[in-house]
């Protein structure tokens, strides 16, 4: 059986895992690899997958639990990508608010899939606005626990990788990466932008080339990463909407600008609100990985009759009052008009983090690829 790459993407919730792995799959085909893609989440209804599954690449979701608690589901996810995409390279995403991969997923994974899986340098992605925050001591407007996490994911991390470069000057970008190599001189640090395309084949040459996944392994206090994740109420939701001509980007502005308003009036923490709203064969994006001013959108959906709605938020509350907040904030935006249907709409807080192996030494690479 051949060898399969598997580069691992880490990183804090809206740090831009989901669109890099979009792009490094459209510029390995381009070069003939056959890619597969992997997302997981601890419930169905993911965004993420609906992105990736808009284009032709193979996409396997492991939802229910994260990587590291339902370690066989990875495996699984990785053998049925490797059988009917034969992919030559795979990409996962673990949940935004997982650490401790090393000694959960890399170790295992090296250890039980020599020969079967190549397993790459763990890439952790790191906004650049809240790395610049933790590394002044902050919290980058987490939750202490939370930021907490942040931290832990960048102690553990072979790769630092600073994203949204647009959103700095040259020189803050520069002043980031050397306070961050400071910081966290176990970790090579390195600078990628979607946007404008800079570091990306840098990286990826990089994570192809090395083998040497998961170097260390840290110390992680579980009561403070449990809390972390426990603090944010967590919402999926599939919604069928219909209506007579509806301006489908407009709506999508609407909803997720009024569900913005309501957080930043209760100031909470949002970790990552995200929205894929379809119509037939045209869809519109839209993120919020903070206060109203990060709010963004992508692509359009035009206008039509039908349209699907996933949506997914991960914010500092308790899951019922998201839930309420974003029953509420539909039920405002729709009217005689315009109807919405839940197809399902799930809202909870992640349960305590109990991984299936949790290694206490570091296993050997695989060699030279
Ligand atoms: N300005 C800018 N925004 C970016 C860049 N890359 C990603 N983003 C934006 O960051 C937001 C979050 O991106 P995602 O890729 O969904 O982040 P993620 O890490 O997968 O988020 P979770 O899956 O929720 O943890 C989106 O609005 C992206 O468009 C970039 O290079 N520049
Ligand atoms: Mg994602």
Same mark, same amino acid.
């Given at each position: 059986m051949k060898t399969t790459r598997l580069i691992l993407i880490g990183g804090f919730l809206g740090a831009g895992k989901t669109t890099l792995l979009w792009e490094a799959a459209q510029i390995l085909m381009k070069k003939g690899q056959r890619v597969g893609l992997i997302t997981n989440d601890?419930?169905?209804? /993911?965004v993420d997958t609906a992105i990736l599954l808009r284009d032709e690449v193979k996409v396997a979701e492991v939802n229910g639990s994260c990587f590291c608690c339902n370690f066989p589901s990875l495996i699984d996810a990785t053998k049925k990508l490797k059988k009917? =995409?034969? =992919?030559?390279v795979i990409i996962a995403e673990p949940v935004?608010?997982?650490?401790d991969l090393s000694a959960t997923i890399l170790q295992p994974l090296k250890q039980n899939l020599k020969g079967e899986l190549l397993v790459s340098p763990l890439t952790v992605l790191a906004d650049p606005v809240r790395l610049a925050d933790i590394l002044n001591g902050g919290h980058a407007g987490l939750h202490p626990s939370a930021a907490y996490i942040f931290k832990k994911q960048l102690e553990e991390s072979d790769i630092i990788l600073i994203s949204k470069?647009? /959103? /700095?000057s040259a020189d803050e970008l520069t002043l980031l990466t050397e306070k961050t190599k400071i910081s966290y001189p176990g970790a090579e640090v390195k600078t990628i932008g979607v946007v404008t395309g800079d570091g990306i084949e840098s990286w990826l040459n990089e994570v192809l080339s090395?083998?040497?996944?998961? !170097?260390r392994l840290i110390e992680v206090d579980y009561n403070v990463y449990a809390e972390g994740e426990a603090v944010l109420g967590w919402l999926n939701s599939t919604i069928e909407l219909s209506g007579k001509s509806i301006d489908w980007d407009i709506f999508a502005r609407n909803l997720l600008c009024g569900l913005s308003k309501k957080f930043d009036n209760l100031d909470t923490s949002v970790g990552h609100v995200k929205l894929i709203l379809e119509s037939g064969n045209r869809f519109v994006t839209g993120n919020l990985?903070? !206060?109203?001013?990060?709010l963004s959108f992508k692509g359009s959906a035009g206008e039509s009759e039908q349209a699907r709605l996933t949506l997914n938020a991960r914010v500092e509350m308790s899951p019922e009052t998201l839930e309420r907040i974003v029953r509420d904030t539909l039920s405002f935006h729709t009217n005689d008009n315009l109807k919405s249907r839940i197809i399902v709409m799930k809202s909870f807080s992640p349960g305590r983090p109990n991984p299936t192996y949790r290694f206490d030494y570091v296993v050997a690479s695989g060699g030279n690829f």
């Open positions: 601890q419930a169905s209804e /993911l009917e =995409a034969e =992919a030559d935004g608010s997982c650490t470069t647009d /959103l /700095l090395r083998s040497d996944a998961g !170097k990985t903070g !206060k109203e001013e990060t």
